[in-house]
């Protein structure tokens, strides 16, 4: 399972995954429905461990997935989730400090 897409905005993640489904990729999203209990559990205004992503399930078919949202989207989704290299949590492409401890994406 791979993460190939994620945007804060669902909308954009649902359209992602409509755009997989007709391709015959199997994938979900995750987080869908769970942004509001983050955002009340966790304190923050925008948790960013929360927004909707689009997992593809077979890794085989990752690179034809990226390709079509490419397509799509444009060569912003290029860029996957990054590793803090302060304290290990992953982040969406979006942020550019850690949600965990504001440590700089590395270039
Ligand atoms: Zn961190």
């Known amino acids: 399972m791979t993460?190939?897409?994620t945007d804060q905005d669902s909308t954009r993640v649902g359209?992602?995954?409509n755009i997989l489904e007709s391709a015959g990729i199997a994938c979900f999203v995750r987080n869908?429905?769970?942004?509001t209990l983050g955002v009340s559990l966790l304190g923050y205004s925008h948790a960013a461990i929360l927004d909707p992503a689009l997992?593809?399930?077979d890794d085989?078919?990752?690179e034809e997935a990226r390709a079509l949202l490419r397509e799509h989207f444009g060569p912003e989704v290029e860029k996957a989730e990054w590793t803090?290299?302060?304290c290990k949590e992953s982040n969406p492409a979006s942020f550019d400090l850690c949600w965990n401890c504001q440590t700089a994406q590395p270039e």
Do not use: I
Not at 32 to 35: G, L, Y
């Open 3 to 5: 993460t190939v897409f």
């Open 15 to 17: 359209f992602a995954r």
């Open 32 to 35: 869908e429905n769970t942004q």
């Open 55 to 57: 997992c593809v399930v």
């Open 60 to 62: 085989g078919s990752v």
């Open 84 to 86: 803090c290299p302060a």
